[in-house]
């Protein structure tokens, strides 16, 4: 039960949601008024919402508060908001906004940033748990969903159709983020960003308000929804495109420290030479002790017949000390990497992007970042024990024409993301990651990557091959996103965000995610 709040404040507020007025009488108490705002936020939903609404102690807020992957989300809200539909949504932010209490939106619970998708106990916590429907159109071309999933249970229900979306790589992470993020998949040389995929939004609005999105009705807000985040509305239901997906060939091809730069002209060559659309990869250098590192890449190629495709050769040239590659289905490659994902661990990413017109200019931008990331793990060894890190990695990205020419066949309308391919060149999206076990060393970690992600930046920009791109999903809290769209983009965002929230309620109310003229 929600901490009693004056009597005054309660009584405006069931009179302003239109209660009965023997609830009112019933509610009408004097409370402890420890926190005003979230008080009232948190009553008046109780009293809205009594069966949605749960407070420390309770089963459900215990069991909510703990759904989050990074130790760094586990907050104590006020209380936990679980709606059922747009409209439990809609009148919750209408509550935030008439009792000035701040409030989280979690979809998945996989972005490790302080506060990103959850509040201390100055706010409510609103999870879309409860928003899980899920359907198949008729001809089976579509598929609606509300953005209560993670990708694995998604891909699940497809698999049984032979169907696949453009998702999550890893089965834990959550359909919203993800989408609204732009969206990296393993599909993108073929369909471009998940978000090109996405063609219709249900969207809840700063006012209350619920509207469509597509490419023929609010079509300035359906392009802002493709790498905006949550600037503009709460969304609700996304209707994707679906393709056929029996069997993939995928897996992890690892090899020793000894081959780094034959894996790093591996990746570069594939970045800059790949015209095969059906290939994606995924490579990781990732220290193996305080003197050492092993790499390994996610191979995947989408076809239920070819092993070992001609596009990977450069990789099968380097001797392996592990090789999972196999024909599987989506969603079983999905539940394998999700397996590399370490539950209720701190954790930080961060993102980057050198970008290269030829191999040796995309080479020597892999070289570079490595380099300078593998010259400043002894300081990071110095603030936090080995002993204490989980993980301490670098990987690479590649995002070229073929990419491109999936976003641009997938998507006419375009996207926020500004990422321009035809004329910078192929980008090489890098990004940091450090877990660890110990509160105690997180201000370390921050201060250790903070200063390495400003060293590789600088080492980039000097060679002539940096790029202001952040990837918002691998990004840090302290880093820029929307100045990497490019400046035009950055001012249609401001401006769209503008006339969907002129209160600039998700900007100041909604405190977590990247905001744009907040």
Same mark, same amino acid.
């Given at each position: 039960?929600?901490?009693? @709040?004056?009597?005054? *404040? @309660? ?12 609830? *009112? ?34 089963? !459900? ?32 932010? !209408? ?17 490790? *940033?302080?506060?990103?998708n959850n509040i201390d106990d100055s706010g409510f916590l609103t999870v879309l748990s409860n928003l899980s429907s899920i359907a198949l159109s008729d001809d089976q071309s579509t598929l609606t969903l509300g953005p209560g999933f993670r990708w694995g249970a998604v891909y699940e229900f497809l698999a049984e159709y032979d169907l696949a979306v453009a998702g999550g790589r890893l089965s834990p992470v959550g359909v919203p983020g993800l989408l609204l993020a732009g969206g990296v998949n393993f599909h993108g040389n073929q369909h471009g960003w998940a978000a090109d995929n996405v063609l219709e939004y249900e969207v809840v609005l700063a006012n209350g308000t619920i509207v469509t999105a597509n490419d023929s009705e ?33 897996? !992890? %091809?690892? !090899? ?16 800059? #030479? ?26 995947? #190629? ?11 050769? @450069? ?15 989506? #969603? ?35 070289? *570079? ?101 952040? #990837? @918002? ?11 990497? %769209? ?33």
């Amino acid at each position: 039960m929600a901490a009693k @709040m004056t009597t005054s *404040i @309660m009584c405006k507020l069931v009179t302003a949601l239109g209660l009965h007025s023997a609830l *009112i009488e019933a509610t009408c108490v004097t409370r402890d008024d420890a926190n005003s705002s979230a008080v009232a936020g948190c009553a008046a939903l109780e009293i809205k919402f009594p069966g949605k609404t749960f407070f420390p102690g309770d089963d !459900v807020y215990e069991y909510e508060t703990s759904q989050f992957w990074s130790n760094t989300e586990l907050l104590s809200p006020a209380c936990v908001f679980r709606p059922e539909s747009a409209s439990d949504l809609s009148t919750s932010i !209408v509550i935030s906004t008439s009792t000035n209490t701040d409030f989280a939106v979690r979809g998945g619970g996989h972005m490790g *940033i302080k506060g990103a998708n959850n509040i201390d106990d100055s706010g409510f916590l609103t999870v879309l748990s409860n928003l899980s429907s899920i359907a198949l159109s008729d001809d089976q071309s579509t598929l609606t969903l509300g953005p209560g999933f993670r990708w694995g249970a998604v891909y699940e229900f497809l698999a049984e159709y032979d169907l696949a979306v453009a998702g999550g790589r890893l089965s834990p992470v959550g359909v919203p983020g993800l989408l609204l993020a732009g969206g990296v998949n393993f599909h993108g040389n073929q369909h471009g960003w998940a978000a090109d995929n996405v063609l219709e939004y249900e969207v809840v609005l700063a006012n209350g308000t619920i509207v469509t999105a597509n490419d023929s009705e609010n079509t300035d807000l359906f392009w802002a929804l493709k790498g905006g985040s949550s600037n503009f509305g709460i969304v609700t239901s996304f209707t994707l495109r679906t393709f056929t997906s029996t069997q993939v060939w995928a897996g !992890v %091809y690892s !090899v020793a420290e000894d081959y780094l730069e034959d894996l790093f002209a591996a990746i570069a060559n594939f970045s800059a #030479y790949n015209t095969d659309p059906l290939s994606h990869i995924v490579p990781q250098v990732v220290a193996a002790s305080e003197n050492s590192s092993v790499a390994a890449v996610i191979l995947f #190629y989408d076809s239920p017949t070819v092993s070992y495709p001609e596009c990977f050769q @450069m990789f099968f040239d380097i001797p392996t000390i592990s090789d999972t590659t196999a024909f599987q289905t989506l #969603y079983e490659f999905a539940v394998t990497t999700g397996e590399l994902v370490t539950d209720h661990i701190n954790d930080i990413f961060v993102a980057g992007t050198t970008v290269g017109q030829t191999y040796e200019e995309l080479l020597q931008g892999i070289q *570079i970042t490595n380099q300078v990331f593998s010259d400043a793990l002894p300081d990071l060894y110095a603030a936090v024990p080995f002993e204490n890190i989980s993980l301490v990695s670098i990987d690479w990205q590649p995002i070229g024409s073929l990419w491109q020419a999936g976003s641009e066949a997938a998507n006419p309308v375009g996207n926020a993301l500004g990422v321009d391919p035809s004329s910078k060149g192929t980008y090489l999206c890098w990004a940091e990651v450090v877990e660890w076990v110990g509160d105690s060393y997180a201000d370390a970690v921050d201060a250790w990557v903070q200063n390495t992600t400003a060293a590789i930046n600088a080492a980039t920009q000097a060679a002539g091959l940096y790029d202001a791109f952040n #990837y @918002m999903g691998d990004a840090a809290g302290f880093q820029e996103i929307y100045a990497g %769209y490019g400046s035009e983009n950055e001012a249609k965002l401001l401006s769209i965000s503008q006339k969907y929230d002129p209160e600039r309620v998700f900007q100041t109310r909604l405190p977590g995610g990247f905001k744009i003229g907040a």
